[in-house]
C-alpha cells in the first residue's frame, strides 16, 4: 500500500491561489496514476484532476479545466494541484489518491483509486 499524506489546504479569498502538495511512501510512487478528489459538507466524493503515472496525460473535471493544474515529480515522490482563480464553490475536502494497478492508465472514477490520503481543506471565501 502507498501512503499518502496532503498538505497546503487553508483559507482564502475568491480569485485567489493555492497549491496543495500530495507526499507518497510505500509503494513505487512512479509506477502509479494518480488523481484529486474532492468532497463538499452533503455531497459525495467527486472527480477534480488526475495524471498518468509518467506524468505525459493529465484529465480535468470541466468545473476546474483551465484554473487547475495537476503535477508530478516523480524523483520527489509528490503529487501537486495548483488552483488558481478559485471560487467558493471550490470549498472542499480535498484527497488525494492512487490509482489500482501498476502502469494502469488514468481514470476520472474514484473505484479505481485504492489508497486516499487523508484530506486537506480548502474554503473560499466571497
Known amino acids: 500500500q502507498v501512503q499518502l499524506v496532503e498538505s497546503g489546504g487553508g483559507l482564502v479569498q475568491a480569485g485567489g491561489s493555492l497549491r496543495l502538495s500530495c507526499a507518497a511512501s510505500?509503494?513505487?510512487?512512479?509506477?502509479?496514476?494518480m488523481g484529486w478528489f474532492r468532497q463538499a459538507p452533503g455531497k459525495e466524493r467527486e472527480f477534480v484532476a488526475a495524471?498518468?503515472?509518467?506524468?505525459?496525460?493529465?484529465y480535468y473535471a470541466d468545473s476546474v479545466k483551465g484554473r487547475f493544474t495537476i503535477s508530478r515529480d516523480n524523483a520527489k515522490n509528490t503529487l501537486a494541484l495548483q488552483m488558481n482563480s478559485l471560487k467558493p464553490e471550490d470549498t472542499a475536502v480535498y484527497y488525494c489518491?492512487?490509482?489500482?494497478?501498476?502502469?494502469?492508465?488514468?481514470?476520472?472514477?474514484?473505484?479505481?483509486?485504492?489508497?486516499w490520503g487523508q484530506g486537506t481543506q480548502v474554503t473560499v471565501s466571497s
Open positions: 489518491a492512487a490509482r489500482w494497478g501498476k502502469y494502469y492508465a488514468s481514470s476520472t472514477d474514484r473505484a479505481d483509486f485504492g489508497s
Open positions: 510505500g509503494r513505487t510512487f512512479s509506477s502509479y496514476a
Open positions: 495524471i498518468s503515472w509518467s506524468g505525459g496525460s493529465t
